[in-house]
């Protein structure tokens, strides 16, 4: 078995759409990047990779890379979970957390993970997905930015 860390953090800015989980969630401000910047599947990626000792997003899917410009970050993972199980890992669970002072995400939740296990060919209960606050502290508690963290065991 092996365990991996992701994290990922984005700004957010006017007139972008908000992706998260590969959900579009309603929200007056979007995060900013070279793809949809979809910070919690950005973390994800980063911990498959990670876990399967395959280098970081950054490697595989460079923000220099017109072939990623504005990209669905789930089809990143896709590639990801092409690359881990060509390895022959397997995942058995995931657990992220994104941070965020607003929208509320709990309403997304399901759907976020419902996206991610379809993506990765895995069942939902594998997948855990929640969300905090910095309580005002921060960029994120200030509204300039969100970022996620990601944990995974693959085997």
Do not use: W
């Not at 992701?6 to 590969?22: A, F, Q, S, Y």
């Not at 498959?48 to 923000?63: E, K, T, W």
């Not at 939740?109 to 005002?136: C, F, H, R």
């Not at 921060?138 to 970022?147: H, K, L, R, T, Y």
């Amino acid at each position: 078995m092996r365990i991996g860390l992701g994290n990922d953090v984005h700004r957010l800015v006017p007139d972008r759409k908000l992706i998260l989980g590969g959900e579009t969630i309603p929200f007056h401000k979007g995060l900013l990047g070279h793809s949809d910047a979809d910070v919690l599947v950005h973390a994800i990626c980063d911990s498959l990779l990670g876990a399967a000792a395959l280098g970081d997003i950054g490697m595989h899917f460079s923000d220099r890379d017109p072939a990623y410009k504005n990209i669905y970050s789930i089809e990143l993972l896709k590639k990801t979970n092409l690359m881990i199980q060509q390895k022959g890992f397997t995942i058995l669970n995931l657990d992220a957390t994104i941070f965020a002072e607003a929208p509320k995400l709990s309403p997304y939740y399901e759907k976020m993970k419902k996206n991610i296990a379809d993506t990765l060919q895995i069942k939902p209960d594998m997948v855990n997905i929640k969300s905090t606050t910095t309580e005002g502290l921060g960029f994120v508690g200030v509204g300039e930015g969100m970022a996620a963290m990601c944990i995974v065991l693959i085997e």
